[in-house]
């Protein structure tokens, strides 16, 4: 059965390019749109989430992931929502760990808030993950519980503590809040050399009404990065990732600093992901519109008939975002929040 699979998608052969010239082997999966945090810059207050009966099944997710490791993608981060709180998500993990394992896949990641890592790390470990992305905004407790809207830092430290123990490397994902999180910067860089961690700074992104003006809490990462160049020297280096972060070294801390810049400083040009939603959409880019459904045609007519979409999909890719027009008001805000898409 899975030899005649791979045949059928050998013969498919679809381009996995862009209509610009970009290479796409990077799927995003946003797993679950649910979380059990409330992050100000993510989510209303009073989120209302898709009915069940939208989403996809983990079955479908893991079908279509392997449909398109047959076509070429070879990086697959899991995300949402929060990915961990899907029930029966070890099963995935466990599937798409296999594809490391063959070969076909080349690295299967996860991007989480860590809440409940510590009942995952060793899962995680044992399934191929070697490298995750853990979204930590400060490390001060009152703080941590406002921002998260009520959540505990000590539990997501605990999880990081565990993801470490079990051999997983870290990467702290910390937005840049302008008038909230400046001063957490030093603490959470030092926090980070200490413990071996990466860190990454992200600029917000205007995406979904979360009922505050996102231009008062915008601050480029230049800016935000001025304690910490106080205190050290921020030195650029060549370093990529699959992602779209550039990168420093900051000494003498022994620490790689990855900065993402969607608005002041756009990186689009490498861009070489698509993301899967929770109810089956494929968007190219987190800030536009234009995306496939791949729901009905699954269900219909089983999963060849992604084929067809994905080759649909490839050439909807925008040259870029527009988040500088949307963030100063001359474009409108997408309605669709982060964890629809997934970060
Ligand atoms: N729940 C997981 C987590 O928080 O890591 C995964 C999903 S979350 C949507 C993925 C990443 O997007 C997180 O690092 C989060 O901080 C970031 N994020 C959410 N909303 C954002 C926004 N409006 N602008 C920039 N980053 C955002
Ligand atoms: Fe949940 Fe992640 Fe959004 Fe925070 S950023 S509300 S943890 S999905």
Redesign the pocket.
């Given at each position: 059965m899975e030899i005649a699979s791979d045949r059928l998608i050998q013969e498919v052969n679809i381009p996995m390019q862009d209509g610009f010239g970009r290479k796409i082997d990077y799927l995003r999966i946003s797993v679950t749109d649910r979380?059990n945090f409330r992050?100000q810059?993510?989510m209303s207050e009073k989120m209302t989430f898709m009915p069940k009966s939208e989403l996809l099944t983990l079955e479908e997710i893991t079908l279509i992931a392997e449909r398109f490791i047959g076509h070429g993608i070879r990086k697959i981060r899991l995300?949402?929502?929060?990915?961990l709180v899907r029930r029966d998500m070890k099963d995935v993990i466990q599937r798409l760990g296999r594809k490391v394992e063959s070969g076909d896949l080349k690295e299967l990641t996860l991007?989480?808030?860590g809440s409940l890592l510590s009942e995952y790390a060793d899962h995680l470990a044992a399934h191929h993950v070697q490298r995750i992305?853990?979204?930590m905004d400060t490390l001060d407790p009152r703080r941590f519980a406002e921002i998260t809207r009520g959540a505990d830092v000590n539990v997501v430290l605990a999880g990081i503590e565990a993801a470490k123990s079990a051999g997983i490397r870290v990467k702290i994902?910390m937005?840049a809040l302008r008038d909230f999180n400046e001063s957490d910067l030093v603490p959470m860089a030092q926090y980070c050399a200490r413990n071996g961690h990466d860190l990454t700074i992200?600029e917000?992104?205007p995406?979904g009404d979360v009922g505050a003006d996102r231009a008062l809490a915008h601050i480029s990462a230049d800016e935000f990065l001025k304690p910490l160049s106080n205190c050290y020297s921020i030195t650029p280096i060549p370093h990529r990732s699959a992602g779209p972060a550039r990168y420093a070294s900051v000494e003498p801390l022994g620490l790689k600093l990855g900065m993402i810049t969607p608005l002041s400083n756009n990186f689009c040009d490498d861009c070489n992901r698509l993301r899967l939603t929770t109810d089956g959409k494929i968007f190219m880019c987190l800030g536009h519109n234009a995306h496939v459904d791949l729901r009905s045609a699954v269900r219909n007519n089983g999963i060849p008939a992604v084929d067809q979409l994905l080759r649909q999909a490839l050439k909807l890719k925008p040259r870029q975002h527009d988040f500088n027009a949307q963030l100063d008001g001359s474009a409108e805000i997408l309605e669709r929040h982060?964890?629809v898409t997934?970060?």
């Open positions: 979380c992050c810059y993510c995300t949402g929502g929060e990915p991007t989480t808030n992305n853990v979204s994902n937005v992200i917000t992104m995406l982060m964890n997934g970060g």
